[in-house]
């Protein structure tokens, strides 16, 4: 079981490093630059050619069934989910074969309505603490299974 990380815009790297290391997982972080190496072996920084969904495309080639992805793309957790992969958000919800077709709605009806109106504003609620306390009980329990 590796984890493997859509890193370029992840709130959860540094709690992600820390439980892995814990559990002794390889975490692969995958961006498309930006981010510094971490000083351990079980750490892997991936970076990928510029261009959108570069890092996407090669965590896609690259999961597993029973690997682990964070992640908040949702076309990507749909290509995760299908390869049997355990997949979080970085606020712990998680996304599985039973949800991903109303996440996928959800995400298709919201563009339909931003292209409809482009003034529409979005009311995303902000990532908090309970959100990184819930990832991390999260991920903590799939590696421990």
């Not at 902000?126 to 991390?136: I, L």
Request: proline share 5%; glycine share 6%; charged share 25%.
């Amino acid at each position: 079981m590796d984890i493997y990380v859509d890193a370029d815009a992840c709130p959860v790297k540094d709690e992600i490093i820390t439980i892995a290391l814990r559990h002794k997982k390889t975490v692969y972080m995958v961006c498309n630059g930006g981010i510094r190496p971490y000083g351990h072996e079980l750490i892997q920084l991936v970076i990928v050619p510029s261009g959108a969904d570069e890092a996407d495309k090669w965590i896609a080639e690259a999961i597993t069934a029973g690997d682990v992805l964070i992640t908040n793309d949702i076309p990507l957790a749909a290509k995760a989910v299908e390869k049997q992969a355990i997949t979080l958000r970085p606020d712990g919800s998680l996304i599985h074969e039973k949800n991903i077709g109303n996440i996928l709605a959800t995400r298709d009806l919201m563009a339909d309505v931003r292209a409809a109106d482009p003034f529409h504003q979005s009311k995303s609620k902000p990532f908090s603490s309970n959100d990184k306390g819930r990832f991390k009980q999260q991920l903590d329990q799939f590696l421990r299974q």
